[in-house]
């Protein structure tokens, strides 16, 4: 596979990602923060 087609790839996996966590009414950014951004507290609040 070419490096061209892994990125194409892989931007088709980010956007499906997207499309199916609007689809099911998710706040993705919070779901992030809440499960990865928590080993970093303060960091990334507002």
Known sequence: MRLGD????L???VCQVLLLARH???DLEAAVADKWLVWSP?????
């Open 6 to 9: 892994f990125h194409a790839e």
């Open 11 to 13: 931007a088709d996996v």
């Open 24 to 26: 099911h009414g998710i």
């Open 42 to 46: 303060g960091r990334y609040s507002e």
